[in-house]
C-alpha cells in the first residue's frame, strides 16, 4: 500500500481516462498517418518514389516496419490491459508479489526478438550488397556519369559526356542508370534526390559513388542533407528526368551557352554564394572533376 | 591586451538581446536576494565548498533545471523559425543564428542537462542504496561537479560574449576547422564541452570505485539494487569513452590553434578520422545517458505495482549486454559516408542486436506490473509514457539500423524524430520521473501530484504533436537544420502542427517549474508524515530519514538479500540493531570551486586567444591541485552522542505526527 500523502485510492475512474485519453491521442495518430499521406501523396518521396533503387529501400523499410510490429502490437496491447487489470483498487486483479521469476517466460522475450533480429539482419546484409550506393545498375540502356561538386552553398553537376556543366540543375533521361560521382569543394555535404534513392556524403578530397535511375519522368527535388556553413539551407536543386529527346535538346542549348567553365573560372564559381539560380556553361577542361578532387593532394616535397 | 576581445562581441541581434537583458536582471535579482537575507555565509559553507553527494546532487540538479530552460528555450526558437520561415517569409533568425540556436540547443541537452542528471541522480541515490556514508573520492566528485558547472557556464557566457559554434553539436570538420569557421564560436564550444568532459571522466571514476568498494557488508554484486547496477553498467561506458572525447576535442584544438592537421582538408588530415571518433564517444554517450534512466524505471515500476521486479537476473544481464554492445557500434552514425556494404552490415547487425536486451527490459517491465497492484501516481505516468514513446522509437531505430533504408532517412527529420523519442520519451521523461519519486527523499516533502499530472498530459500529447509530423517531413525529405524552405516542399502544414506540439510542451514545462516552486512554497502541507518511506519502497534509501542525516547511515546496515527493506517488512530479515558509533566524514574544501573558476576563466581566455590570462588560469589550476593533494586528508567526527541526538530528534518529528 501506498501511505503517505497517496494514501488516497487510486479509483477506477482515472485510470481508465487515463488509458481512454492515450488511446484517443494514438488513434488519432492512427487516421492521421493516411490522411496526410493522401494529401501529400505527391510530396512523401521516400514513400511514393520514382526510382527503383528507391522503392527497393522502401520495401526494405515496410518489410522491417511490419516485422517490428509484430512485437510492438503485443506490448502497446499488454501495456493497456495490464494497466488496466492490475490497477490497485481493481477487486479481481489477483495480487501475488512472489511472481518475480519465470524461467519460460524470458526464455519466450529472449527468444523471440532473437529470431526477429535474426530475420532482419539476413534481409539487411542480402540487402545492403545489393543495394550498395557504388554498385552499378543493371538496365538495358547504357550507364551515363554526371560528376557531382558540392560548392558553398550550390551543387555544380559536370557531364564529361556531354562536355556541359550545370548549377543546382541535373537532368538526364529517364530509366538510364545514372552514376553520380560526387565530392566536395566545402564542407562536408551530404547528397539526397529522396523520389530516387538513398543519400550518400559529398566530401572534399574523396570521390564517392551513387547509382541511381529515374523510373519515369519528372521534376523531383534534391538537397543536401548535411549542415555545411551558412547558406545549407539554400542547397537544394531540380532533378529533371525527361525524355531522350527533352535531354538532348538541354545538352544542346547547354553546349551553346556563353557561359564556359574552365578551372580558373571554376575557382570563381566556387566563391561562396547563396541561393545560387539555375546557370548552365559549357566544359572546357574535361578533367574539371579530377583536378578538384586532387586539388588538396599535394606532390611530397623533397 | 584582451586578444580578439573586442567590442563588437557585445553586439547581438534584438532577439538575443532580450535574453542577455533577462539573464543579466536575473542574476543581479539572485545577488540582492542573497545579500538581502545574508545567506552568503551559508551559500559557501552548504553548499559552494561542499563535498556531500547529497548537495552536490542538488547543486547538479539545479544546474540541470538552469540549462533545460536554455536548451528548451532553443527548442521553442527553432520549432517557431521552421514554422514561420517558409517561401518568401525568411522567419525571425538570420541562418547564423539560427545555427548557432541548434548547435547551442544540442550541447546543452546532452552535456549539461542529460549528463547532469544522470551524475546528479547518481550523486543522491548511489550511496544510499548501497548503504554508505560518502562516496569513495569526495573531493573529485565536487571537483567533477564544479567542471561540468564551468563547461555549463561558458555556453551561457557565450550568449552575452561573442556568438556560439554553428556547427552543431558534433562540430565535424572541415566546418569546424579554422578554414570555414575562424570566429570564437566553435573554440566556445570545445572549451565548453572539454572542461565539462573532463568533470565527467572523473566523476565516473569516482562512482565506479565507490559502487565496487563502498557497499555495504554482504550487499554482493547480484544483490545490488537495479539503479545501482545501472550506474555500474554506465561508469565503466564514462571512462572509456570520455578520454576518446577529449583526445579527439583536443587534436581539433591544435589543428584550430597551432595549424596542425589532424582533421583538416588540406596538409594530410583526415577529417573521416574525426566522425569515427567523436562516434566512438557519442554512441557510448547514448547508452550512457539511457542506462541509468533503465534503471529509474526498474525501481519505480516495481515500487508502485508492489512487488519485486520481475527477472532481475536478466535485467541484469542486459544492461551489461547493452553497455558492451554499445562500443561497437558507432559506424552505424555515418553508413552514408561510403564504407563497403559489409562493413556497414556488421554494424547493422550488432545495432540490431542491442534491441533485443532492450525488448526484454521493456518484457520484464510489463511483466512487473502482472499480478500487481499498480498505482498510477505521477512516477508512473511517465513510465507509461516512456514505454509507449520508446517502443515506437526503438522500432524506428531498427529501420534505421538497416543500411538501405538509412540512406533515405539519414539526417531527415525521420532521424530527429526517433533520436527525440529516445531523448524525451526514454531520457528526458526517466528523469522527471526520478525527480517526482526520489524528491522527497531529499526535502522531506511532495511535489504537487496535480501540477505534476496537468504537466504530464502536455508533455504526452504535446510530444506526440511535435514528434509525430516529424517522420512524415523526413519521408518529404524535410533535412534537419534547415532555417528556410519553400512552399513547393508542402512541409509547412506540419512544420505548423510540430510548432502547436512545442508550444503544449512549454505549457507542461511551466506548469512543472510553477508546481516546484509551489510545492516549496507550500511544502508544510505536503509533507511527508512517513518520514522516510513514502512509496512503501524496498531499497536502503527508504529505511533513512528524509531529508537524510549528514552520515546518512547512523549504522551501516548488513544486507543478505535483494531488496533489504521489503524483506524487512515482510518478516523476512531481522530489524537491524542500532549501535551506534563515531562517524568520520571529509571536511569541506573550497578547491574544488577554485579549479571550476580557473577552468572557466582558462576556457574563455583560450577562446578569445588571451594568452597571458589562459597561461595564469592555468597555473592557478595547477597551483590549487597541488595543494589540494599535499594537504592532509582531514575529517570531521561525528561523536555517538551527536549522532544519538539527531536520530532523536528524528523520532521525536515522528512522534508529533502521530
Redesign the interface.
Known sequence: ??????KQK?TKK??FY?LL??GL??LV?LI??PL??LH?RE?????FPKGII?I???N??FI??IL??I??IP??I??FI??WI???DNPK?????D????RI??YI??G???VM?LI??I???I???E????KSIESKNKEMTIQVVALQWKWLFIYPEEGIASVNFVQFPESTPIRFEITAD???N?F?I??L?????A????K??LNLIANEIGDF?G????????????M?FVTRASTDDDYHQWVKSAKQSSNTLNLKEYNQLAAPSQNNPVETFQLKDLSLFDQIVNK?M?PHKE | MFGRLTLDAFKHESSQNGAVFSMLFGAICLIGLISYLKRWKWLWNEWLTTVDPKRIGIMYIVVVLIMFLKGFGDAIMIRLQQAMSVGDSHGFLSSTHFQEVFSSHGTTMIFFVAMGAIFGLMNLIIPLQIGARDVAFPFLNALGFWLFASGAFLTIVSLTIGSFSTAGWLAYPPLSGIEYSPNEGIDYWIWAVQIAGVGSTLSGINFLVTILKMRCPGMTLMKMPIFTWSALCTMPLVVLAFPILTATLYMLTLDRYLGMHFFTVDGGGNYMMYVNLIWAWGHPEVYIIMLPMFGVFSEIVPTFSEKRLFGYVSMVWALIFIAFISFIVWLHHFFTMGASPTVNVFFAIMTMIIAIPTGVKIFNWLFTKFRGRVHFTSPMLWFFAFLLNFTFAGMTGILLSSPPVDFQVHNSLFLIAHFHGMAIGGVLFGFFAAFTYWFPKFTGFFLDETLNRYAFWCWLSGFLLAFMPLYMLGFMGATRRLDHYDASTGWHPLFVIVGIGAFIILIGATIQFFGLFWSIINRKKNWDHTGGDPWNGRTLEWSISSPPPIYNFAVIPTVDQLDPLWAIKRGEAPIPQKRYENIYLPINTPMGLYIGIFSLIFGFAMTWHIWWLAIVSFVSILVCVIIRLSGEDEHEIITVAQVKEIEAAHARRMKSYE
Open positions: 500500500m501506498l501511505r503517505g500523502l497517496f487510486m482515472p485510470v487515463m485519453f492515450t491521442i494514438l495518430i492521421m498517418q496526410q499521406i501529400f510530396k512523401i518521396a521516400v514513400l528507391a527497393e529501400e522502401r526494405l523499410l522491417i516496419q517490428m510490429l512485437i510492438i506490448v502497446y499488454l501495456t495490464f494497466s492490475y490497477r490497485a486483479g489477483n495480487y501475488d508479489p511472481i518475480v521469476d519465470n517466460a524470458e522475450w529472449w523471440i526478438p532473437c533480429v532482419v539482419s534481409l539487411t546484409g540487402k545492403t550488397h543495394l550498395d550506393p557504388f566545402a564542407p562536408m551530404s539526397w529522396p523520389h534513392g538513398g543519400q550518400i556524403y566530401m572534399p578530397k574523396m564517392t559513388v527535388r538537397s543536401s542533407a548535411n549542415i555545411s556553413g551558412e547558406g545549407f539551407a539554400g537544394t588538396y599535394h
